[in-house]
């Protein structure tokens, strides 16, 4: 039966990996990989232990369990995500694009990569690659240029989105466990985060020279037809970028699941979208309401995590992921090879699995704990909240998926929209990409060191 499922899950997981081959959608594959873990899990737990099948604490209590905190990473996501969609159908985020003027190579490659560091911070980064791959179409005409400087955004959105614990759903993932505190992941992965951008662009500041072509479509003003006025797009974008920001702060006061917090701040902005055009006609207010872009909204992502949480669950039920945290300890030996080692991988398979695996596999240590564990101490003390495991699996997670383009959301949308080449990216990105993930790595172990 354990056998089994791990043939289901490396199957499924594979099928995720080849979803572009195959042409069939990854949620589909993390779906039907969640329901045959669980149901060979059950089966087989039914011919050895009936009884503990049937129980209220048996595989339907776990699965229960399991789902309820699956459901809140769910609904902070369906929140965000919403929030965003609606910023970008007022168009709000014209209000940073409006404001880069520059032509040079070099400063318009630093103003892009500052730009996609803060705001996926903010948004997360897959969102924030779509906002900026539309942008540079706006501002770069040769196509090999303008992949230069996405492949600078994919860097960027992914560094920017580790050090905050709305930036990227593996860190949204350790900050609803508790694994992580906002104030924690801010502090200490900051600096990291901003190394892992710096080197590339260094690198990249001595072999640009010149300055760039703009698309002649680009350069009128014309905004006819736009369907809102300047007053609602920055009223609407500071509204959003507002609720966004304010879950944090919503969290530490009341204590109250991440998710409470982005659903508080997406009614705000509900009441005041409606509100703000109650005077329009129904075809005009209908795409500018929030009921109007959850159409917009990626429900195969929310579909697609769903199904592979409930299937690393079905792992964690099932004593898989205890058995490969004791197989990491012995052959890696510390946190931070294990990390790497995690990193490093995220940028051939999804990201998202792996923490949740490791969240599975590895328990969060609690100050009692901590205090009577012994001679594992050491090796505990890693895993508190804001530890040193948790804090460098959300930098690695992050980052490391950059290193390919098909290692993180931010590349894969990037790909998509641009077109970008596999061994075109391998061959002026990836390098760049892995120097920044390791600089940035060793900067988080110096001053964990400290």
């Known amino acids: 039966m354990y056998a089994l499922m791990a043939v289901i899950f490396v199957l499924g997981y594979l099928c995720i990996a080849l979803e572009h081959p195959l042409k069939v959608d990854k949620a589909a594959a993390a779906i039907l990989t969640a329901v045959f873990c669980w149901t060979v899990l ?56 409006e404001r880069i003027s520059t032509r040079k190579r070099v400063p318009l490659l630093w103003v892009i990569g500052f730009i996609t560091f803060f705001l996926s911070a903010v948004l997360d980064n897959l969102t924030t690659t779509i906002v900026m791959i539309s942008l540079l179409r706006k501002l770069i005409d040769d196509k090999q240029e303008r992949w230069l400087f996405a492949g600078i955004v994919i860097i960027a959105a992914n560094a920017g989105g580790a050090w905050s614990p709305i930036g990227d759903v593996t860190t949204t993932m350790l900050w609803i466990g508790t694994q992580i505190s906002s104030a924690g992941i801010i502090t200490s992965l900051f600096l990291p985060s901003v190394v892992c951008l710096l080197l590339p662009l260094l690198v990249l500041s001595y072999t640009l020279k010149g300055e760039v072509q703009r698309p002649v479509a680009a350069l009128p003003d014309d905004r006819q037809g736009e369907p809102t006025t300047r007053f609602e797009r920055r009223l609407v974008f500071a ?212």
């Open 42 to 97: 059950v089966l087989g737990i039914q011919h050895i232990a009936p009884a503990l099948a049937s129980s209220a604490h048996g595989v339907n209590g776990e699965l229960r369990e399991h789902l309820g905190e699956i459901a809140e990473i769910l609904f902070f996501l369906i929140g965000a995500m919403t929030i965003v969609e609606l910023v970008d159908a007022h168009d709000g985020f014209k209000v940073i694009t």
């Open 239 to 450: 509204l959003g970028l507002s609720a966004l920001l304010f879950v944090p702060v919503f969290k530490s006061i009341t204590h109250l699941p991440p998710y409470m917090g982005i659903l508080f701040g997406l009614g705000v902005l509900w009441v005041a979208t409606e509100w703000l055009h109650r005077g329009k006609k129904d075809e005009d207010k209908h795409p500018l309401s929030v009921a109007g872009v959850l159409r917009r909204i990626d429900t195969a992502s929310i579909l697609f995590f769903l199904g592979i949480l409930l299937a690393v669950a079905s792992l964690a039920s099932a004593g898989h992921l205890t058995a490969i945290a004791g197989v990491l300890k012995e052959h890696l030996g510390n946190v931070y090879t294990i990390n790497l080692a995690i990193g490093l991988l995220s940028a051939l398979v999804d990201n998202v699995p792996l923490v949740a695996g490791a969240i599975k596999m590895y328990p969060l240590i609690s100050p009692e704990a901590l205090a009577s564990a012994g001679n594992d101490r050491a090796w505990l003390q890693h895993f508190v909240l804001d530890g040193t495991f948790w804090e460098l699996l959300a930098y690695c997670a992050g980052t490391g998926g950059s290193c390919l383009i098909i290692g993180s959301a931010a590349g894969v949308a990037a790909m998509g929209m641009e077109k970008i080449d596999f061994i075109w990216y391998l061959k002026r990105i990836s390098l760049l990409a892995l120097l920044g993930y390791l600089g940035g790595a060793l900067t988080y172990i110096g001053l964990a060191q400290l």
